[in-house]
């Protein structure tokens, strides 16, 4: 439970989000990210995906098992983020969490 003085000062937060950027302060108020955050996460996400499969298939033109390792590597971390919903906003949103 929240004192006095911490609800306060979230309020006062509040505030002063609603006055400087009254856009991000409803975004933040509905729990959904804006659209251009969520494009620029898929773009993200792409982006490792494509590293990954270069990595793999420079690692495999040159026989070297170092590029390999690392291709899978990021390929796993890859995996992880697409798991995940990364960015985090992404996957309440998904999953309907966001109210």
């Known amino acids: ?5 911490e609800r306060q000062e979230l309020e006062r937060i509040q505030h ?3 006055l400087d950027d009254p856009d991000l302060a409803q975004a933040l108020g509905q ?3 804006p659209s251009a955050a969520r494009g620029r996460g898929r773009i993200s996400r792409f982006a490792i ?3 990954a499969a270069v990595v793999i298939v420079l ?3 040159t026989l070297n098992f170092g ?3 690392l291709g ?5 971390v890859a995996a992880c983020l697409h798991v995940s ?3 985090s906003s992404e996957r309440g949103e998904r999953r309907g969490l966001a109210e």
């Open 16 to 18: 002063w989000f609603e």
């Open 85 to 87: 919903g990364w960015p």
């Open 31 to 33: 729990g959904t990210t």
């Open 67 to 69: 590029l390999l390792f």
């Open 59 to 61: 690692g495999i033109v």
């Open 72 to 76: 899978a590597l990021v390929l796993a």
């Open 49 to 51: 995906d494509a590293l």
């Open 1 to 5: 439970m929240l004192s006095h003085h």
